[in-house]
């Protein structure tokens, strides 16, 4: 009897058997149809067998193997492996969860998508004004692909009957159909070079030395090597990237390039087009539509994408000659998945580079304390960028001011309104960063010091001016701005803390005739008011930009000279070890834009704690100096990446289930006697959510083999232990506390 095991989407930590009837064939890697309780479901061929456990009388057969995408690869489906036992997540979900939502659908994706059409010979011979008038529609298709071949889509947006109309010109036989999805690559063997022309690459600069290092360092590697590129901010780490993939196509090998997930994946595809305009570059985010996310990975996977470009789920795409993995912002926290599958893409991705045996580059300005410390023990090669690229470009001086020594205007400084002053005046642009973890808007009682809090989180709620409402962030609950106190019934109710709407009014009344231009979630929610925002800034037509995180990243304005960072100190003194080391990385980011092209930019950061050794560096330029004392500060405290870490975190509606099972889950790691280091339990930081309860234990170990020994036998513990009405989640490397 011939078996199958395959991988499902259900929450159990197993393969599923299956019998494959005779004169079939099921591949490894192949998806198939197999029934499970009363349903269907689509599943991916893992293993084959010849014997089971199952009672000969349950087994059931596989009831369809699906041929209309080719099967995943050896070696991806070893990465879902090692993924699923490293992350402890059931090994069907993993490999479900890896594929484009097309892929996991029990509806054959044979034709439709990936079908294009043109016309026949006969329709090419066709002289369409003999075509009958009336036929409209067909008329229009004809003429249509007598310019160029086209899908269905295509082809819709002619017409609401275009489908209709087609099918009737396909069986006329004037047009005809053809699979657009090219033909599966043969992977190059070890050594074998493929054969292409050396391609277009547009604008090169001449590198510097430092990048003319890191290019070559690179290129001679063999095998697997990781590679931490450091650069400050404008020191031209894109361009060396440029140069490395360059190397690589040029020798037929596929690049996967990571970025972070913001919206600027659309703008860094552009860039790399140009520079690349005869090479297949493709991209991968959650932006994509269901179909292009699909095509675009089955160009991945047939070898005809050359660059890869995505964002952390593009970790894994089948890539039969990949050759380089870069991961851009390597420190950028959006690289780890915060639900479901917890990984951690950055780590996939050296995971997977080693698997192939590929260099793989890690680039930050600000490098994560985990990969700067893998680089000076020598487990990463240390790549510096220590200049800017262009001479010209200085890196902007940075100042404190200290919020308890001057006038403050509803959370802005005299000062820093002096110097806004200032740069309308010279027709400059100004940059106001508002750090808003921690610190929206909430409303307080002047009378009794009453906050809004939420009645179902231990949040505050935000004030929202614009339609009058308290929002919860967390859980989405929403109320009226009360007229009066609740709790005293004072009429005197003032908001504290400063958001991006509160800046926006204080800005307009001292300055009425400037241009402000608010950027935030809320104002570019739609991606074209984003584009049209980018657009303003570069034409000058705003004078003053207020906004967070999405401001700090990757963008180029040159008439960029002033940057105000508003609210940094909450980081200072947060529950969280990495939040000053984010703090930093942010800072850095933020004031990288100011003074990209000649004129010399200036930073003003309002705190409280101006002789504070983080502002210190910063104004020194001195990630060395400040990532020494971090790390030396860890390893006093005992925290990463002087341990490794895996975290338990548990919520549900009563509190005593929650810390039950917690302490359960305690006694038995206890019980297992190894050599870890089981820390108490806690509330979460946010210990109460839309009703929830919600605390958590961390489990510690200098080792991180030593770690997941631990956890392949304590996990089964816990799948063990009652958890009715509780939610529960292992998260491995955690970077949320
Ligand atoms: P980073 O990614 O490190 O912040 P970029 O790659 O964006 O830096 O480079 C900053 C600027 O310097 C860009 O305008 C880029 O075109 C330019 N640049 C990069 N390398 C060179 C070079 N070797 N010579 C001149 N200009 C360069
Ligand atoms: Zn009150
Ligand atoms: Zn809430």
Redesign the pocket.
Known sequence: MSIVRVALDVPLPTLFDYTVAEGIAVAIGQRVIVPFGRRQMVGVAMECATVTEMAPGRIKPVKQVLQDSAPLSAELLDLLRFCSDYYRYPIGQTVLAALPTRLRSDKPIVGKPDLSYRLSASGAALDIESFPKRKVVQRRILSKLAEQPCNLAQLKALSATAGKQLKALEEEGWVESYASTPSLARPLQGGEEANVEGYIFHGA????GE?RQAVDAVAQASGFACFLLH??????????YVHQMHHVLQHGGQVLLLVPEINLTPQLENYFRSRFPEVNLISLHSGLSENERLHNWQQAQAGSAQIVLGTRLAVFAELPRLALIVVDEEHDSSFKQQDGLRYSARDVAIFRANQRGVPIVLGS?TPSLESYHNAQSGRYRMLK?SG???AE?RLPAVRCVNINQTVMHHGISENLLREIGQRIARCEQSLLFINRRGYAPVLMCTGCGWLSGCKHCAGKMVLHLNDRRLRCHHCGYQIRVPSACPDCGNADLHPVGSGTQRVESVLQERFPEARILRVDRDSTRNKRAWQIMREQIHANEVDILVGTQMLAKGH?FPALTLVGVLNPDSALYSSDFRAAEKLFAQLVQVA?RAG?ADRPGEVLIQTAFPDHPLFRALQAHDFEGWAAEQLAERQMAGFPPFVYQAMLRAEGKRETEVYAFLNHARAAAIGLKQNVEILGVVPAALPRRASHIRAQLLIQSAKRKGLQQFLRVWQPLLDGLPAHKLRWSLDIDPLEF
């Open positions: 600069h001449t590198l510097t990048q650069g400050i901010t404008g020191s031209g780490k894109t361009e060396v300005a960028l800017r690229a262009q470009a180029d990288g990209r």
